[in-house]
């Protein structure tokens, strides 16, 4: 992607926290017969010593984990984003030389993607998946609170995917390009806007 110096951002840890609240990545990918396609597929962000995976599943009659083995992939987490308003910027005010633009954050992976048929490593895997995304709720639903034949059939139903990550870049485009005075002119309007996702902007921004 283009990345201009001034919108990267460099800290691994800031990456990972953002990957983990924003799991719905758009995979992209190559066909059977070479062409570009996506997928939306929630990936799980897991390290191994010094590697970086990204797991997650796909329905078995999806084609992408038949021709996946060693394929290079980019899977793109998209996280908050929103309209800056040209009218927020005192310099506007003093030259009219603004235009609207948008702020938004996004981190692209590049990765090696391999399927995993195997139930034992898929049930494990939604095991963790499961106490993931349903730890903070009470009370919170698990595997085994389906019929076991009924979760049988599901689990054949899905084949395992797992990307080792080889190249991450993360782009912030959060105003970094403004002038202080113009910053705080898009925070006051980001604050003022109704949209969640302006919020979430605005507290990137202040970071």
Known sequence: MYQPAHFAEHDPQTWLALMRAHPLATLVHHDASGQATIDPLPLRVTQQADRLLLQGHVARANPLWRHADGQTVLAVFHGPQA?????????????????????????ECRARLRAVDDPAWLRAFLDQLTVDHEAHRAPGWQLEDAPPDYMAAMLRGIVGVELQVQAVAAKFKLSQNRDPADRQGVLAGLDAEPDPAAAALAALMRR
């Open 83 to 107: 309209y800056v308003s040209p009218g927020w910027y005192p310099s506007k005010a003093a030259t009219g030389k603004a235009v609207p633009t948008w702020n938004y954050v996004l981190i």
